[in-house]
C-alpha cells in the first residue's frame, strides 16, 4: 500500500453490510452530497456489478443528477477505455471490434470442432458449444482478470480438478491461446483479450495520469463481485483521485465463478477505508430474514436453535409439483397478488418448467418473463422469418431452407393457416435453389386461395429481384424487415427481435471484414448458420423486474443479479443436486485460476465441498432476504428424466422449517 | 417380534444384526424386503446410524417404492419422521448421484445428460451405419457363403448386428475397458473378426457419446466408481452419510456393480446383500454374474443368514420347486449343468403364521403335453373363463418369448377375454406411442388426408367406422374441414354434420386446428409439453412426455433444423424405448395383480410378482435347452461355426488383453451357461404361482420336444398327485 493512498484513507469510506441493508442507496447519496459539494457529476465513475445497474441508477437518481455521470460495468468501461485509447496500445488500427458473447461462442465453437476432429480432447465429455463456452467465456476470461500467465493454465486446469496435467489440458490452453492470437492479429477483441489489453493500459503510467486529470471520484457499488483487474483499477484511482467510495456485500460474492475475487476486494480495501457497517434489512422481512440466516448456518454445519415454519409442496413427479406450483401462484393471484410481487426461483430453468409454469398463468390471463437467456432467436417467427428470406434470396449459397422454415416463412408473410401454409412452403423448400414455384402451374392456386396467391407472387418477385443482387447481409435484412415485414404490423416483442437480427448481422459483418478465419465463405451464410444453429440467443425483454406486471421466472443467479425483490417468492426443485453447486468445472476453477494459489497446488475435495456447501449457503441466505412477505418451497422425488433426485436443500430446510 | 410385527425366525436374525457384511440367501417369497425394512428401522430408531442414512440399493423401481413405504410405515410406527435416516435408489440413480457431487473431477459438465436406451441405441445405429458406409461388403462376409445371397438372411443379420455391438460395448464398460486404446489394437485382429467392427464402432460411439456430453447407463456406474476410487476423501464423506449400505437383488448384481457398493461400504463397513442365487436369469444379456452372490456368501468374513421359509406358495407348489432342485442338482442330464441351483429348500412357514402358505383342496398342479403351440394355448384359453370366475382370485400365462406372449394376447383379444400384458414396453407406452406419433404426423403433413383419419380414430376410435365422415375425409380437402376459406357454422360437411358423432367430431376438428397453429409456431419440445396439456394425459403419462421433451431438446441442440416432419417417428421410438422414465413412472406404484384379468408375459417380466394361478407355456427344448448340442434361440446359424460372434467376441477381447490364451472355439461352455440360466427361469416359473400350476409342452411328433425339465417336472407332478391321493 502505498502512502499517498494512506493519506487518502479518511476521504474513503466502504459500507459494508448484507443483503437489503442498504447500500446502493447509501452510495447514491454519497454522490448526492458530492454533488452538493460542488464536484461536476462529469468528473465522477461509478462501477456497478450488471449491466441492468446502470439504468436503474440512472432512473433512481433522475435529471439532472444523473447527467453526464459515467455509470458503467466493468466490462463496458474497459471497452469504452480500449476504444478511447487505442493508439496508446500500439496495435494498429483505428479502433477494435468487439465481438458480441455469441459470435465469439460461435468462433470458439469452430475451433473446438476442429480439434475433436483431430482427435484433440477425447478425455472430455462435453458439446462443443460448452467446451467453447467453458474456454472462451470462462477460462479466457477469469485468466485474463486474475493475472495468469498462458503457460500456466494447464497446470492450473488439471489441479484446479484435482488431476495430473495431461493432454487435455494442454489442448484446451492451445486453442484458447490460438484463438486469441487470431483475433489479436486482426484487432478484434472478445472480453478476455479486452480484460488483457485493459491490463496493459492500466499498467501505462500515463494512462493513470489521464484518468487522475479527468475524475476526482470513484464509487463502486458491490465490490464483492469485482475481478481483479477491476479492483487494480480501483485501486489506482483511490491512490490518485481525491475520494472514493465502496461498497461491500457479506452476502454477496455470488459472482465467482466468474471470476469474481470477494476475498481479495477486502484484502484490498478493508485497510484502505474507513469502514462504514449497515444493518438491518429493508428487503425482507425480519423473520424471513432470520430464516435465511438460520439456512446458512446449517449449511455451514451449525445447529439449528430456532424453527421456521414453511408452505411445502412435495410431490412425488416432478409435474405434478409444478402443477400444484401454479394452483399456488394462482391462488396468490385471487388473493390480490400482483403478478410482478410473486417470483419462482429454480437452481435450472428447463422447457418443463417454464411450460409449465408459463401455460398455468397463461390460462389466468397472466405472464411470465424468464429471466435465463434460454430461449433461441431462430425460435422467434419474425427473426426465423428474416433468416429464411435471406437463405432463398441466395441459393448460391447451397443452404437449403426446411419445409418447416418455408411453412413459418409464408405462414407470417401471407397470414395463412397452417396447412396453406403447408402446402406452400413445401412447394418452395421443393424448388429451392431453382426459381420459386409458380402456384398456378403447380395447381396450389385454388387450394391456398387466388388472393393469396397474388401476395405470394410480389414476395416472389421481391426475391428474384433480390436474387440479383447481392446486398450485404444486414443491408438485406434490413430491407427484408422494411418491405415485407414491417407491413405486417409485428408486436413490439417481434420488432425487438428484427432489430436483433439486423444488429447481430451488423456486427457480424463488421467483424467478418477484418476476421481472416470468416473469410472463406460468404459472410451472409455464415451469419445464417449462426443464427440457423442456435447459437444466438433472444434477448430477454426485461428492463427492471420490479416494473414489470409479470411473475418472475429465475435460477438464483439471475435473481439476484437483477437486484430482483418480491413479496413471495417459491423456491422450486428443492431437491435437486444444483442448488449446491462448486464453483470448479471440468475445465475451470476459478479459485485454481489465480496467482495467489500455487501454480502446482492441487484443489481437493474437502475445499470444493465447503465451496458448495458456502455458495449455497450465501445463495439462499441473500434470495431470503430479498423476500418482503413468504416463501414457499416445493420438490420432487424424481427429476423429469425419472432419476431420483439428492435433496440436500431440502433435508436442510426440512431441519430448519421443523 | 419387531414392533408388533411378527417376524419368522430367519428374519428375525437378520434384524438383529448389527454390523459386518452379511449375506442373506432369500428363497422365493421369504419376505426380504420385510426383513431388510425391519432392519433399517431397528437400526435408525436405536441411534445406530447417527448422522448418516442407511444407503438401500435396489434394481427396479418397483422395489424403490416399495423400500420407502415399508420402512416409512415403521417409522411413524415408532413415532420417528417417515423419510428420514435412510435414501433408497436404484444403482443407476445412486451412481448418478455420486457423479453430480464432483462431476469435473471426471471431466463431465455438472449435469451430464443420461441417455435412455433409445437415445443411446439411437446413437450406436447411427455408427453402424457410418461404419458400414465405410465397410460396405464387410458385414455380409460373416454369413456362410451359401447365404450370403438370400436377402433375408442378410436383412435378419443387418438387424441383428447392432445389438450384438451393444453387447460388446456393454461389456467393455462392465470391465472398465476404454474404447480409444482398444480401437488403437484392432489391427492385432484377424480381418474376419467380429470384435473388429464392434471395437471400431465402439470409439466411434464413445466419440459420439462425448461430444453430446453424455453418458449411457453403463458409463454411469464406470465414472462413479472411477470417481470413488480417485478421490479417497470424497469415499470418506459418502461413507459417513452412508454408514450401513444394503443391497436387494444381489443375484443381478455386476462385477462393477458389486465394487462399487463393496468400495463404498469400505472393508471395516456395514453391507448387507440379500438375493436368490437360484433365482439369477439376467447373466446371458446383461453383466450381471450370478457367481458373484454365490462367491459372497462362502467368503470367509461374511456372516449368513438365509431366509427359508416361505408362505408364498402351496406344500405341493413348493415341494416341486424343491424336487426341481434336487433334479437339476442331482439328475441333470448334462453333469456340468448341475450347480445351475444352489442347494437351498424352500420350507413352508409355521402352521401358525400369519399369512399361512395356501392350502387349497386336492393337488392343484397339472402338466400335459400337446401336438402343436395352437393346440397349447387353445386349450389354455379354453380353462380361463373359469379361473377368471374364482372371486379374488389372479390369473397368469407366462411365456419363453415376447413373441408368443403377443401371439397369445391377439388369441385373447380375439375370444374377448380380458387381459394385460406386462412386457417391456408397457400398454401404456404403446398407447401413448401410436396415439401421439398419429397426431403428429398429421401435425406435419397436415395436407394429408390419410393422416387426418388416423389422427382423429386416435382420438375417436369410433370414426373409423363412421362412414358419413369417411365420405366427408374423402371429398373434402383437408385445408378446407380444418381453415374453410369461407365463413359456414360449422366445420364438417353434410351429411357428417348429421351423423351420430358429429358433435365429438366437429369439436375435435376444431382443436386439430388449434394444435396445427401451435405445431407451426412452437418449437418440437415446447409443441409437445403444450400437446401433454392439450391432451389431458395422466400423470404418468404426461411425465413420461415431459422427458421425451427433454430429449428433443437435447436433439434439437445437434439437429437446429430438427423440425415436425422428423418429430413423428423419433417422438413414437422415444416414447415406446423411454425404459428409464417409463420404469420410473409406471413401475413406481409396485405390480398389484388384479382378479379378473389375465396377466400374459414372460417368465423374465414375472420375476418378483405372483398370482394364485400361474401356466407355464412352451417347456420345449427350444427354451429350456438340456444339452448343449441342441439349437438355442440365440444361435445364429447363418453364421456358420461362429453362430454366437458376441462370446466369441469376448474370447477375443480377453485375449487381446492378454488374459486368455485363444486356442480352439469352444462354444460349449457358453451354452452350458445358457442351460443354467434356463433353469433357473424355470425355477423362477414356477414359484409364481400360490396355489395352482399349470406346465405345458409340445410333443415331439411336431418337431419340438419337451425338455427334460419339463419330462422331469411331469413324472414330480405325476407322483406328488398319486402321494396326495394318498394323503387324502
Known amino acids: 500500500m502505498n502512502d499517498t493512498v494512506e493519506r487518502k484513507a479518511s476521504s474513503r469510506r466502504l459500507a459494508v453490510g448484507p443483503t437489503g441493508s442498504g447500500r446502493t442507496t447509501w452510495l447514491q447519496e454519497r454522490y448526492r452530497e458530492l454533488l452538493a459539494d460542488g464536484v461536476s457529476s462529469s468528473t465522477v465513475l461509478v462501477l456497478v456489478a450488471h449491466a441492468a445497474r446502470v439504468g436503474e441508477w440512472r ?20 471497452q469504452r477505455e480500449l476504444r478511447r485509447h487505442w493508439p496508446r496500445l500500439g496495435r494498429g488500427g483505428p479502433e477494435p471490434h468487439f465481438l458480441t458473447a455469441d459470435v465469439a461462442q460461435f468462433l470458439m465453437e469452430r475451433r473446438v470442432r476442429q480439434a475433436l476432429e483431430r482427435g484433440e480432447l477425447a478425455e472430455l465429455t462435453a458439446t462443443p458449444q460448452r467446451t467453447a463456452l467453458l474456454l472462451e467465456g470462462n477460462l479466457g476470461v477469469i485468466a485474463a482478470a486474475a493475472g495468469v500467465p498462458p503457460e500456466e493454465l494447464p497446470a492450473r486446469m488439471a489441479g484446479g480438478v484435482g488431476a495430473k496435467e495431461s493432454s487435455v489440458f494442454v489442448q484446451a490452453a492451445a486453442l484458447l491461446e490460438g484463438y486469441h492470437a487470431a483475433l489479436s492479429q486482426a ?56 475520494g472514493g467510495f465502496l461498497t461491500y456485500n457479506t452476502d454477496g460474492g455470488h459472482t465467482r465463478f466468474q471470476g469474481a475475487d470477494p476475498e481479495g476486494a477486502w484484502r484490498r480495501f478493508a485497510p484502505l477505508c474507513a469502514q462504514v457497517p449497515l444493518e ?17 448456518r446449517r449449511l455451514m454445519g451449525e445447529e439449528v436453535t430456532r424453527l421456521f415454519p414453511l408452505e411445502d409442496i412435495r410431490t412425488e413427479f416432478r409435474g405434478e409439483m409444478l402443477r400444484q406450483v401454479v394452483e399456488t401462484l394462482r391462488r396468490e393471484l385471487a388473493a390480490g397478488a400482483v403478478p410482478g410481487e410473486l417470483a419462482v426461483v429454480a437452481p435450472a430453468v428447463d422447457p418443463v418448467l417454464e411450460h409449465t409454469i408459463a401455460g398455468g398463468l397463461a390460462r389466468e390471463g397472466v405472464g411470465l418473463i424468464n429471466l435465463t437467456r434460454s430461449r433461441r432467436l431462430r425460435d422467434e417467427p419474425y427473426a426465423l ?49 431453382g426459381a420459386l414455384p409458380d402456384l398456378a402451374e403447380r395447381g396450389l392456386l385454388p387450394r391456398v386461395g387466388f388472393a393469396k396467391g397474388e401476395a405470394y407472387r410480389r414476395v416472389a418477385e421481391w426475391l428474384t429481384a433480390r436474387r440479383a443482387e447481392e446486398l450485404p447481409v444486414d443491408v438485406f435484412c434490413h430491407r427484408a424487415f422494411g418491405e415485407l415485414l414491417a407491413p405486417l404490423e409485428p408486436a413490439q416483442d417481434h420488432l425487438v427481435y428484427c432489430r436483433q437480427v439486423i444488429q447481430s448481422a451488423a456486427r457480424f459483418r463488421s467483424v467478418a471484414q477484418v476476421l481472416p478465419e470468416l473469410g472463406g465463405a460468404p459472410v451472409g451464410r455464415q451469419f445464417a448458420e449462426l443464427v440457423r444453429g442456435g447459437t444466438v440467443a433472444a434477448e430477454p425483454l426485461i428492463a427492471r423486474p420490479e416494473d414489470d406486471r409479470r411473475v418472475l421466472l429465475a435460477t438464483p443467479y439471475a435473481y439476484l443479479a437483477a437486484g430482483a425483490v418480491s413479496r413471495v417468492q417459491v423456491w422450486v426443485d428443492l431437491d435437486a443436486a444444483q442448488w449446491l453447486r462448486g464453483d470448479a468445472k471440468e475445465l475451470v476453477n476459478p479459485r485454481t485460476c489465480t496467482p495467489a494459489h500455487p501454480a502446482d497446488l492441487a484443489w481437493t475435495d474437502a475445499e470444493e465441498e465447503a465451496v458448495r456447501l458456502e455458495n449455497a449457503a450465501r445463495t439462499v441466505r441473500a434470495l431470503a432476504r430479498r423476500c418482503t412477505d413468504r416463501l414457499i418451497v416445493a420438490g420432487s422425488l424424481l427429476d423429469s428424466r425419472g432419476f431420483e433426485q439428492d435433496g440436500e436443500l431440502a433435508e436442510a430446510l426440512q431441519e430448519v422449517a421443523g | 417380534m419387531s414392533g408388533g410385527w411378527r417376524l419368522r425366525s ?88 455420486i457423479l453430480r457431487r464432483r462431476p469435473e473431477r471426471r471431466l463431465l459438465p455438472e449435469r451430464p445428460l443420461i441417455l435412455d436406451e433409445a437415445s443411446r441405441d439411437h446413437i450406436l445405429r447411427d455408427e453402424v451405419r457410418r461404419w458400414r458406409r465405410n465397410h460396405p461388403d464387410t458385414l455380409q462376409n460373416f454369413l456362410e457363403p451359401r447365404v450370403r445371397q438370400d436377402l433375408q438372411v442378410r436383412a435378419r ?77 470424497f469415499l ?117 403364521d400369519p399369512h399361512p402358505n395356501p392350502n387349497p383342496p386336492g393337488y392343484h398342479i397339472l402338466t400335459r403335453r400337446f401336438a402343436s403351440q395352437s393346440e397349447e394355448m387353445g386349450h389354455v384359453v ?86 358419413a365422415w369417411q365420405a366427408a375425409l374423402r371429398a373434402t380437402a383437408p385445408e378446407e374441414l380444418l381453415f374453410p376459406l369461407e365463413e359456414r357454422a360449422g366445420r364438417l360437411p353434410a351429411p357428417a354434420a348429421a351423423g351420430p358423432l358429429a358433435a365429438q367430431l366437429e369439436g375435435l376438428v376444431r382443436r386439430l386446428g388449434e394444435w396445427l397453429e401451435l405445431a407451426w409456431s412452437l418449437p418440437p419440445d415446447a409443441l409437445l409439453l403444450q400437446l401433454a396439456e392439450e391432451l389431458d394425459l395422466e400423470e404418468a403419462d404426461a411425465a413420461v412426455l415431459q422427458a421425451v421433451a427433454l430429449e428433443v431438446r437435447r436433439r434439437l441442440a445437434r439437429e437446429p433444423q430438427l423440425d415436425l416432419v422428423q418429430l413423428g417417428p423419433q417422438v413414437r421410438e422415444l416414447v415406446r424405448q423411454a425404459g428409464h422414465v417409463a420404469a420410473a413412472v409406471y413401475d413406481r406404484q409396485g405390480f398389484h395383480a388384479e382378479a379378473g384379468v389375465v396377466y400374459v408375459t414372460t417368465f423374465h417380466k414375472a420375476k418378483g410378482l405372483e398370482w394364485d394361478t400361474v401356466y407355464l407355456m412352451q417347456l420345449n427344448e427350444g427354451d429350456f435347452p438340456s444339452t448343449p448340442t441342441v439349437h438355442m434361440r440365440g444361435d445364429l446359424d447363418y453364421l456358420g461355426e461362429r453362430f454366437r460372434p458376441d462370446r466369441l467376441a469376448r474370447r477375443e477381447l480377453s485375449h487381446l488383453l492378454g488374459e486368455e490364451v485363444l486356442g480352439e472355439e469352444d462354444l460349449t461352455a457358453v451354452k452350458e451357461e445358457e442351460i443354467r440360466e434356463r433353469l433357473r427361469l424355470l425355477y423362477v416359473g414356477i414359484t409364481r404361482a400360490r396355489e395352482n400350476l399349470f406346465l405345458g409342452a409340445v410333443d415331439p411328433s411336431r418337431g419340438m420336444a419337451p425338455s427334460q425339465a419339463f419330462r422331469a417336472l411331469e413324472e414330480s407332478v405325476r407322483r406328488g398327485g398319486e402321494v396326495r391321493r394318498e394323503r387324502a
Open chain 1, 59 to 78: 432512473d433512481t437518481l433522475g435529471e439532472p443528477a444523473a447527467a453526464g455521470l459515467s455509470i458503467y460495468t466493468f466490462n463496458g468501461w474497459a
Open chain 1, 187 to 242: 484487432q478484434v477483441l472478445d472480453y478476455g483479450l479486452c480484460l488483457a489489453l485493459y491490463r496493459e493500459l492500466l499498467r501505462d503510467p500515463a494512462y493513470g495520469e489521464f484518468l487522475a486529470g479527468e475524475l476526482r471520484y470513484i464509487l463502486v457499488d458491490d465490490l464483492d463481485e469485482t475481478l481483479p483487474l477491476a479492483q487494480e483499477l480501483i485501486e489506482l484511482l483511490m491512490g490518485r483521485l481525491e
Open chain 1, 280 to 296: 438491518g434489512c429493508r428487503t425482507a422481512t425480519p423473520q424471513l430474514a432470520e430464516f435465511g440466516q438460520a439456512l446458512f
Open chain 1, 385 to 433: 422469418a428474416l433468416v429464411s428470406l435471406l437463405l432463398l434470396a441466395n441459393p448460391a449459397w447451397g443452404l437449403a431452407p426446411s419445409v418447416g422454415e418455408m411453412t413459418h416463412t409464408f405462414r407470417l408473410l401471407l397470414d395463412l393457416d397452417p396447412v396453406r401454409g403447408f402446402l406452400l412452403g413445401r412447394a418452395v423448400a421443393g424448388s429451392f435453389p
Open chain 2, 10 to 97: 430367519g428374519q428375525a436374525a437378520v434384524v438383529a444384526y448389527t454390523g459386518g457384511y452379511l449375506a442373506v440367501p432369500a428363497v422365493p417369497g421369504a419376505g426380504k424386503t420385510t426383513a431388510l425394512a425391519h432392519l433399517a428401522a431397528r437400526l435408525i430408531a436405536e441411534g445406530g446410524v447417527g448422522k448418516g442414512r442407511i444407503l438401500v440399493v435396489t434394481y427396479q423401481n418397483s422395489g424403490v417404492s416399495n423400500f420407502r413405504e415399508r420402512i416409512g410405515t415403521l417409522l411413524q410406527e415408532r413415532g420417528l419422521p417417515p423419510a428420514r435416516g435412510y435414501e433408497v435408489r436404484t444403482i443407476h440413480s445412486l451412481a448418478a448421484q
Open chain 2, 157 to 233: 443379420w443387418e438387424e441383428a448386428f447392432p445389438g450384438l455391438v451393444r453387447q460388446i460395448v456393454a461389456h467393455c464398460k462392465a470391465h472398465r475397458l476404454a474404447a480409444a486404446p482398444l480401437a488403437a489394437q484392432v489391427g492385432k485382429l484377424s480381418a474376419d473378426s467380429f470384435l473388429r467392427p464392434a471395437l471400431e464402432v465402439y470409439a466411434a460411439y464413445e466419440a459420439a457419446l462425448r461430444r453430446e456430453g453424455a453418458l449411457d447407463f453403463d458409463d454411469l456406474l464406470v465414472h462413479a466408481y472411477e470417481l470413488l476410487r480417485g478421490e479417497p476423501e
Open chain 2, 236 to 352: 470418506e464423506r459418502l461413507r459417513r452419510r452412508w454408514p450401513f449400505v444394503f443391497e436387494d437383488e444381489a443375484q443381478d448384481s455386476s462385477p462393477l456393480q458389486e465394487e462399487l457398493l463393496t468400495l463404498l461400504a469400505g472393508p471395516e463397513g456395514n453391507l448387507v446383500r440379500v438375493g436368490d442365487a437360484n433365482q439369477a436369469i439376467m447373466s446371458t444379456f446383461t453383466n450381471a454374474d450370478p457367481d458373484l452372490f454365490r462367491r459372497f456368501c462362502r467368503r470367509p468374513e461374511v456372516l449368513v443368514r438365509s431366509l427359508r421359509e416361505s408362505g408364498r406358495s402351496s406344500r405341493d407348489i413348493i415341494d416341486l420347486a424343491n424336487h426341481f432342485m434336487r433334479w437339476v442338482r442331482e439328475e441333470h442330464p448334462w453333469a456340468a449343468c448341475r450347480d445351475a441351483l444352489e442347494e437351498q429348500t424352500i420350507q413352508p412357514v409355521a402352521p401358525d
Open chain 2, 382 to 467: 379354453g380353462r380361463l373363463p373359469r379361473a377368471l370366475a374364482v372371486p379374488e382370485h389372479t390369473v397368469a400365462v407366462l411365456f419363453p418369448t415376447n413373441r408368443q406372449a403377443e401371439d397369445f394376447a391377439r388369441l385373447l383379444e380375439r375370444r374377448g377375454i380380458p387381459y394385460r400384458t406386462i412386457t417391456r414396453t408397457r400398454p401404456e407406452q404403446q398407447r401413448l406411442a401410436q396415439g401421439l406419433g398419429d397426431l403428429l404426423d398429421f401435425l406435419a403433413a397436415p395436407h394429408d388426408r390419410e393422416a387426418l383419419g388416423r389422427a382423429v380414430a386416435g382420438l375417436v376410435p369410433e370414426a373409423g367406422a363412421d362412414a
